[in-house]
């Protein structure tokens, strides 16, 4: 289980959206690179990076701050955000970016995601954000007609790495992660699920260790790291001790 701390990215500042909407962000930090280097000192192992702009744009939009990031740290980096063609995808993978995370074009476009996949095997992911089951897109201004099941047992067979499932409805609240949606999305699919979206406390990392949330390959964990709810030096604790006892 590896715990994801988030970045999300808007006007190149780090922010924290409620329930995806632009109009409610609380900036946390002005320096996204000074950022991720204090989640790489806090001892975290891998990032998660959203540029929000780009994700309403269909185009990077905060690429200078992303740039900066990957020189300040030496951990993996995952990208998503404004990621809708395959030269959008190679040309952040080749500047050093570890897995870019495609979303609308996962709706929109199922062959894409198929041949980055093929091209650049365990290193692209698929983010599917529901709301009320509903997988929703463009920067989470639409809603489609179509589950995050039926869109992520489309890429069964494709060598996706990972689906990073949201909750839209928690998403910044801090109310805790949907767990029961998550799971059942993990046992229905083979491809690892990341859950994101409302963790809120070390509850939550307790219950993302529990025998029954075994399927599950992660989670991000935002706002409540930002506000000091979820104590990164306890929440990596208990993920060390349990994969010692595993």
Known sequence: ????????????????????????????????????????????????????????????????????????????????GGIRDLATAEAWLSKGISRVIIGTAAVRDPELVKNAAKKFP?????????????????????????????????FEDAGVAAIVFTDIARDGLLKGLNLDATIALAESISIPVIASGGLASIDDVKALLAPRAGKLAGAIAGRALYDGRLDPAAALALIRDARTAA
């Open 1 to 80: 289980m590896i715990l994801f701390p988030a970045i999300d990215l808007k006007n190149g500042q780090c922010v924290r959206l409620e329930q995806g909407d632009m109009a409610r962000a609380t900036v946390f930090n002005l320096d996204p690179a000074a950022q991720a280097r204090a989640f790489a000192a806090q001892g975290f192992e891998y990032l998660h990076v959203v540029d929000l702009d780009g994700a309403f744009a269909g185009k990077p939009v905060n690429a200078l701050a992303v740039e900066a990031m990957l020189k300040a740290i030496d951990m993996p980096v995952q990208l998503g």
């Open 122 to 154: 365990g290193r692209v992911a698929v983010g599917l954000d529901a709301r009320d089951g509903k997988v929703a897109v463009e920067g989470w201004a639409e809603t489609s007609e179509v589950t995050a099941l039926e869109i992520a047992q489309r």
